[in-house]
């Protein structure tokens, strides 16, 4: 196990691009989390008339663009390898398909641990600096156990992220395939939610759809009725990555390595 | 080599069967068209499904602070609107009559709106415009009769009549004072929720004076159309000496259920649903060939790159424009009947009719959307080559737009991003709604997408000219 993890870490570690992924994550969220908290005020539609403001959310929504990079790297540490056909050398040095997966696994998650304890870092000290004065607190003053819960459960959040996109780009090969499905499935269910004007509908897709209801750990205020819980959310989103990564072990585990 | 691939080398028509051929039998390729198409009728029968609109239960909303006093017989009401503070286009701070303090009864008036000027409304129905103007404003509402007229004024002394409106079985005894409103989930486009940041209605008035023969001069002040507010009217009155008064309330709307297209945005609604895989295509479609290491062959056969990335771009759109445009329709067609069960039929909502001029650009439109979009990715992968790449950059630069206009409010980004194409489904909506950008000018947004179209692909094709393949 350690030989399969080694290689797959020096696999990782020595493509340029994959090295640059903590980087790359922490750039992202602060594109999308600076401007938001640099025009942040209680009237914003930000904040939401009905449900007030969250700091702590506020300033982690940036992970939201963030998760890009985790998502990238993830795919293509097993898409790549079909792509350019570097799996044949792959499993003739590791047969054992399911070892070379965890060994992917463990890496995928020890990148997204390392974006994500960059991005959050950078998140929470931009609201420190940003959002005082706009009327709303620090999420960082003083620190609460909702705000520790929010912030490590972003870092849990990226690692099932990374974990999911691994398991469907191990079941669908392709780059472009996995990528645009895994893109899909976070995304659209929240936009197609905004047209839906039945509440049922509403509540059922912020609660089980993947991105919604794994982001539900960032909320620190008195959730509202409709809203899924912290830890039940990131549950959610657990079960669809178990889910997703079983239907892609037992694929790479069945299937010829197609070059 | 058959015939086939020999004329592919020839002439344009051969290269662009020869890309036809790629197209059509890369399975992945047919899968994420079937997907596109499929997504694109399946939402448009789950938004048209699920979606009872802004009129649930009646068929208006009635819902706004009311500070009136009771006037019988004929009489008049003057104030200055000094400061409204709403935001939303159609929040509204004015003067009114009405029948009672009661939703949904009869009622006149004339306000200011900070995005439509000065307008008189009637009983849902009707609506006047006055001067484009906004705060501060004089409003005079004058009752003779069955018939009230609104004036407007910049100074109090100069008035110009704004409209005259008659309110037949208007009893002698009526309301009359001043209202202020400010849309916040009210008013939706019914299928997208309207670009504008929800805050509570309040605004300022001074100068009030009410005159009639006989005027029982208490003040109250309700909130219309909310049996139990959750925040209770505030004691203060209008005072009699003219001062200030401040009005400030929740969100309401005054508003009467009209045809606002909701059978045609909703029935093309879906048809983001389709973008994803569309953008996945576009994409595969040039990178996967740097991948594979086909496109050396490719160049072999046709050395010059300009003319492999027309017929590339030709083939694909045409095929794209196709295939959703035949999703589009089938979604048009199902989603009709279910949203007459959801309340939207005539006489109110009146069938469309594909023959329409408007119907048919937003169908047409609509395909010609997601084909460009479909090229567009096509471009970012001749520029960016590989998969990796181009994919996240396609999807975040589609779905950016989606994501920010929420959170930021502004109209700006959905109106300079290729999605600004989405204008061209716009049918009847007066204000930026989401997604529908670009109000009263449905071929701006196309123009800017055909733009950043024609600069992906320039760029691809300077780009492969200079680099090796």
């Known amino acids: 196990m350690r030989r399969a993890l080694l290689a797959e870490w020096t696999k990782l570690r020595t493509v340029r691009s994959t090295a640059w992924t903590p980087w790359t994550a922490a750039v992202l969220t602060m594109a999308l989390s600076l401007p938001i908290l640099g025009t942040a005020g209680p009237d914003t539609t930000a904040c939401g008339a009905a449900t ?8 982690l929504t940036g992970v939201q663009l963030g998760q890009l990079a985790v998502i990238v790297t993830a795919v293509l540490t097993m898409s790549a390898e079909y792509g350019t056909g570097l799996i044949v050398p792959t499993l003739t040095a590791e047969p054992r398909r399911l070892r070379v997966l965890t060994a992917k696994a463990i890496t995928v998650t020890a990148t997204a641990l390392c974006a994500g304890l960059m991005s959050v870092a950078g998140c929470l000290i931009a609201g420190h600096v940003l959002l005082p004065g706009a009327d709303l607190s620090s999420p960082l003053v003083p620190i609460t156990w909702p705000a520790m819960r929010a912030a490590s459960g972003t870092l849990l959040y990226l690692v099932l992220i990374a974990l999911f996109s691994l398991g469907l780009a191990a079941a669908l090969r392709d780059t472009a395939t996995a990528l645009s499905t895994v893109l899909a499935l976070l995304y659209m269910p929240g936009i197609l939610a905004r047209f839906i004007a039945d509440e049922r509908w509403n509540t059922l897709v912020d609660r089980y759809a993947p991105m919604s209801a794994g982001l539900a750990v960032q909320n620190t205020d008195h959730p509202s009725a409709q809203s899924i819980g912290p830890w039940a959310g990131l549950g959610v989103l657990a079960a669809y990555a178990t889910a997703v990564m079983a239907a892609g072990a037992v694929l790479f585990h069945r299937r010829d390595a197609r070059t | 080599m058959t015939a086939g691939w020999r004329t592919a080398g020839t002439g344009f028509g051969g290269l662009m069967h020869a890309e036809w051929t790629k197209l059509r039998s890369v399975p992945s390729n047919l899968w994420s068209l079937l997907a596109a198409m499929g997504l694109i009728v399946l939402f448009a029968v789950m938004i048209s499904s699920g979606n009872p609109g802004t009129y649930a239960e009646t068929p208006y909303v009635d819902r706004f602070r009311f500070a009136h ?5 004929d009489g008049s009401i003057v104030t200055r609107v000094r400061e409204q503070h709403a935001t939303h286009p159609w929040a509204m701070a004015g003067v009114m009559i009405k029948q009672s303090a009661t939703a949904g009864t009869p009622y006149a008036a004339v306000a200011i709106t900070p995005g439509h000027g000065v307008r008189m409304q009637a009983r849902f129905t009707t609506d006047i ?13 004058v009752r003779a009769g069955a018939t ?19 309110l037949p079985g208007l009893p002698p005894v009526a309301e009359i004072g001043l209202f202020a409103t400010a849309p916040g989930g009210e008013r939706a486009v019914p299928m997208r929720p309207a670009l504008v940041k929800t805050g509570p209605a309040k605004a300022t008035f001074d100068n009030i004076s009410v005159t009639g023969p006989a005027l029982w001069s208490r003040w109250r002040v309700d909130d219309v159309g909310r049996a139990d507010s959750p925040e209770p009217p505030a004691t203060a009155r209008p005072p009699d000496d003219g001062g200030a008064f401040t009005l400030a309330g929740l969100s309401g709307d005054i508003l009467g259920q009209a045809d606002d297209g909701s059978r045609v945005i909703a029935a093309v609604a879906g048809s983001i649903a389709g973008l994803v895989p569309l953008l996945a295509l576009g994409v595969s479609f040039i990178a996967s060939e740097y991948q594979h290491g086909l496109i050396r062959t490719t160049f072999t056969a046709s ?5 492999v990335l027309a017929a590339k771009a030709v083939v694909l759109g045409g095929v794209t424009f196709a295939a959703t445009l035949v999703a589009v329709v089938a979604a048009f067609l199902a989603s009709q009947p279910l949203l007459r069960r959801q309340g939207f039929g005539p006489p109110t909502f009146p069938d469309p009719s594909i023959a329409d001029p408007t119907v048919f650009r937003v169908l047409v439109g609509t395909a010609a959307f997601l084909s460009l979009m479909t090229v567009f990715a096509l471009g970012l992968g001749a520029v960016l ?16 737009p989606m994501v920010v206009t929420p959170l930021s409010g502004s109209p700006w980004p959905q109106r300079l991003a290729p999605l600004a194409a989405l204008s061209i489904q716009q049918v009847k909506e007066t204000d930026d709604a989401f997604l529908l950008p670009w109000t009263g000018r449905p071929w701006t947004g196309p123009a800017i997408l055909t733009a950043y179209v ?16």
């Open chain 2, 454 to 469: 024609a600069a992906t692909l320039v760029m691809g094709w300077l780009l492969m000219r200079r680099r090796d393949a």
């Open chain 2, 129 to 141: 415009a006055g001067g484009a103007h906004r705060a501060p404003r004089w409003l005079k509402l």
């Open chain 2, 69 to 73: 006093q009771t006037l019988t017989g």
């Open chain 1, 52 to 59: 007030g403001c969250d700091p702590v959310r506020l300033s």
């Open chain 2, 385 to 400: 080559r590989r998969p990796a790449a181009a994919v996240p950059a396609a999807v975040a630069v589609a779905l950016a």
């Open chain 2, 303 to 307: 050395p010059r790159r300009g003319r």
């Open chain 2, 148 to 166: 009230i007229s609104g004036y407007e004024s910049a100074d109090g002394r100069t008035w110009r009549r704004v409209g005259a409106v008659s």
